[in-house]
């Protein structure tokens, strides 16, 4: 009796604490992968044979029973999720509208796997759309290693969305997603989006490249070429062995350690310049040979390079030694070690797409969040630091740099079609709503964060984020936490408000009147999103005087960010109250005016009530 008893007592125990484990997140880990591939490319009819081998180890705490793979060619053939989408959408990409529709059958795009095996076992598989679901012959357990090799064939489909041949600006090859690559498994299951239009997510690993293509052809993207003796192309003179490799092909070898993707493009008409960055960086410019953008391309190459100490500085060191901006796609878009870029556009435009691409190198490349959770973590916080580096390297001095992309987020609630950031990016109602929410609200993120916590405690919430999850996966909840650790100040309700509803911020100076020798002002909250408030008096004599109401729920206050003008701390305002009446140690008669935060960093929507002026 006492031995059942002793053994009810130990299972009862072990309920509980498997219990409490279950109730609380794991420790933090990633899966890993090893890709190494071989790819044979007929320039002629755009397909090439493939062999992939791929070294997948789980470092989750579950047993995988299958994986998935992205097959995204597949998404350029009629009928496709993407075409269907795009032609039902009310506002579809003018790039890809109904043109996926109404490819032929030399023109789509597709990857067939025609073998798969997992440690040598053959493997049952099936394709749908764009994912290839798989059905392992061994589960895979926790800290596990297994080995999948993979013959594929494909075909580069006339260039629509991102990836593609013979762009508008004639380029050859920009080949992106090109391979069968493995969904990302992590803390939230497997991530088998379908390719509809919008953009990726990665699992962290090294890729070992080797692209037999015509020798005419001219090769940059991602990783540090092998064999430049034998390529020449610019990357190392006149090449000494040409045509090493298949008949009439080279054979280019790259190597690009801890990334989560791998992009080529090629042309036999490329240029190709490189010169040094900060931290002896190899910045490569590959781009078509035109006299009438060759003058633009010349003038990016410094301005690239002061791209990237701003970078740098502001985020952290770029850990990679080279890094290459090359002319293709359809307008611009990041990917690891690279962007791609259309060419023919005024330079201005270029510069402003290569700074837009290459801060994507720091917030989404190295702090790899899911795009299509948090593309406003992605797009949104590119945004915002290419904006500042932009006006940086071309000395400009705007006092809110960020201004286009609250007026933009402004024109987005006055449209009634916001929906919270959490939305899914495939599953807003309409293309311009996802841009405004991901790139001018993402932007309006930040910039707001540095009026919540100030800008100095701002600048070290970049570097601090970095420093922690470069090279990681975080999350919304990651850089709450991050500012939250360098302010001392709670930010849940802020992360909460700001992307997971559409409350608006709304406040005005309501009244305004004399008390004595002092003057009685009163504050009213017109919308749901609470914030702190800086409000600024001026006084008939030119003095000013500043005024500061934290939100009670913050639990602390920002520091000064005028310290040249003297500031009053009032009592909290709680959140629940509509109202706040303080007084102003001055008389009405000597007030001028009083406007609440002059320096528009706090997204009201509804500016006109928030000054008042003496009549």
Not at 96 to 111: A, N, Q
Not at 475 to 499: H, Q
Not at 530 to 539: A, G, H, R
Request: a negative charge; glycine letters at 6%; proline letters at 5%.
């Amino acid at each position: 009796m006492k031995y059942r008893l002793k053994i009810v007592v130990i299972m009862v125990f072990v309920f509980a604490f498997a219990k409490a484990n279950a109730q609380n997140n794991t420790p933090y880990w990633q899966q890993h992968v090893d890709y190494t591939m071989d790819i044979d490319m007929d320039v002629t009819s755009f397909q090439y044979d493939g062999k992939q081998t791929l070294v997948y180890t789980n470092n989750s705490p579950e047993t995988l029973d299958r994986v998935y793979y992205h097959l995204y060619f597949n998404a350029f053939q009629p009928g496709s999720e993407m075409d269907v989408r795009s032609r039902t959408i009310a506002d579809p990409d003018g790039r890809v509208k109904d043109r996926i529709s109404k490819l032929s059958p030399d023109e789509i795009g597709f990857i067939k796997v025609h073998k798969l095996t997992q440690d040598g076992k053959k493997l049952n598989y099936e394709v749908a759309g764009t994912v290839l679901e798989v059905e392992l012959a061994n589960p895979i357990a926790p800290g596990a290693t297994t080995t999948f090799k993979m013959d594929f064939k494909a075909q580069v489909p006339q260039q629509i969305r991102r990836s593609g041949r013979n762009n508008k600006e004639g380029v050859a090859l920009s080949m992106t997603q090109w391979y069968p690559k493995l969904a990302e498994y992590d803390f939230e299951g497997w991530h088998a989006d379908p390719y509809i239009a919008r953009e990726f997510h990665g699992v962290w690993g090294d890729f070992d490249v080797t692209i037999h293509i015509d020798k005419e052809y001219t090769v940059g993207g991602t990783g540090y070429l092998q064999n430049p003796e034998e390529i020449g192309h610019g990357y190392n003179g006149p090449s000494m062995m040409p045509g090493k490799g298949k008949k009439g092909k080279l054979s280019w070898h790259f190597k690009a350690p801890n990334v989560h993707d791998f992009t080529w493009a090629a042309d036999p008409e490329y240029l190709h310049d490189i010169i040094k960055g900060e931290n002896n960086v190899d910045l490569h410019f590959i781009y078509k040979d035109n006299s009438s953008i060759k003058e633009n391309w010349e003038k990016l190459q410094p301005l690239t390079a002061d791209l990237l100490s701003y970078f740098n500085k502001n985020v952290g060191t770029y850990p990679y030694k080279q890094y290459s901006v090359i002319q293709g796609g359809d307008g611009g878009m990041e990917y690891a070690m690279c962007t791609l870029i259309t060419g023919e556009r005024k330079f201005g435009s270029l510069l402003g797409v290569t700074a837009h691409e290459m801060a994507h190198t720091w917030f989404q490349f190295l702090l790899a969040t899911n795009e299509a959770k948090h593309e406003w973590m992605d797009e949104g916080f590119t945004t915002y630091i290419s904006t500042l580096a932009e006006q940086a390297v071309t000395n400009k001095n705007n006092a809110n740099p960020l201004a286009g992309a609250y007026r933009s987020y402004y024109g987005l609630v006055a449209s009634g079609k916001e929906q919270p950031q959490t939305t899914h990016a495939d599953r807003y109602n309409e293309n311009r709503p996802y841009s405004i929410a991901a790139y001018s609200k993402g932007a309006v993120f930040l910039s707001q964060l540095g009026y919540v916590i100030g800008k100095e405690n701002l600048d070290k919430t970049l570097k601090k984020y970095f420093t922690d999850f470069s090279f990681k996966h975080p999350t919304p909840n990651d850089i709450k936490r991050t500012a939250e650790k360098v302010s001392g100040i709670e930010l849940d309700w802020y992360l909460t408000d700001w992307t997971q509803t559409t409350n608006t911020i709304d406040y005005a100076i309501t009244a305004v009147a004399a008390d004595g020798d002092k003057t009685k002002v009163t504050l009213s909250r017109k919308g749901l999103m609470p914030m702190p408030i800086d409000l600024y008096v001026e006084n008939t004599d030119g003095s000013l005087q500043s005024y500061y109401i934290p939100l009670r729920m913050m639990r602390a206050e920002k520091e000064n960010q005028t310290p040249n003008i003297s500031r009053k701390q009032l009592a909290d305002w709680p959140w629940t109250n509509p109202t706040y009446t303080f007084t102003i140690d001055a008389p009405l008669s000597k007030v001028k005016l009083m406007t609440i935060d002059p320096t528009r960093l706090m997204a009201d929507i509804a500016q006109n009530d928030n000054t008042w002026v003496k009549k």
